[in-house]
């Protein structure tokens, strides 16, 4: 999975240099996405999934996105929103940076949880008695940051992106702080 994701980075960026080349030859800056929305998948370190980015109409560059990702080592899902506003970088056409916040709601089953020390609830843990077996299903909900960069390709209808999205999450009456990181492609239109 490391590999893929470095691969799909390191094919953004030559993808960004590249038209970034051909753009400076043209001496055109591009001060808007290029796409009203987009819809593709989502590649990271704790979530995979789908990905749908709306712009709002005006000239403020501030787009919706919306993730419905699967986490595998958790058992489970999340749905995020998240307000995102875009801003152009320097004289690359279709390249721009983004920022933004937003919510997130999930379910998990407990065993994910229960296999960090912190959430063990002061129970004695053993070899053959492990507590972090617990098949419920729990609900789980917390708040979102983004900061990102993506290159919408100019002679063909994709974006490419990365980002770094760090979450806060409360669990059972539990909090943590965690770091997310991934590649997005998806189609233009």
């Given amino acids: 999975m490391k590999r ?31 796409y009203t929305t987009g819809i593709g998948l989502r590649g990271g370190g704790w979530s995979s999934g789908l990905t749908v980015k709306h712009f709002l109409s005006g000239k ?57 020390v912190r959430f ?22 917390g708040a979102d940051l983004i900061l990102g960069l993506e290159y919408k390709m100019e002679d063909l209808p994709f974006v490419i992106g990365v980002d770094y999205k760090p979450f806060f999450e409360v669990f059972d009456g539990y909090t943590g702080l965690y770091n997310d990181a991934a590649v997005s492609l998806r189609f233009a239109f």
Wanted: a positive charge; one cysteine or more; hydrophobic letters at 30%.
């Fill in 120 to 141: 063990r609830r002061g129970k004695k843990y053993s070899f053959y008695n492990r507590y972090w077996y617990d098949d419920t299903n729990y609900i789980v909900g």
């Fill in 4 to 34: 893929l994701v470095f691969g799909m980075l390191c094919l953004g960026l030559l993808s960004s240099v590249e038209g970034a080349h051909a753009q400076s030859k043209k001496k055109s800056g591009g001060s808007g996405s290029g």
């Fill in 60 to 116: 403020n560059n501030v787009a919706f996105e919306g993730l419905l990702t699967r986490e595998y080592a958790a058992r489970g899902g999340r749905v995020t929103l998240l307000l995102e506003k875009h801003l152009p970088v320097s004289d690359f056409k279709g390249l721009q940076f983004y920022y933004g916040a937003g919510a997130h709601i999930g379910s998990y089953q407990g065993r994910y949880y229960f296999e960090d």
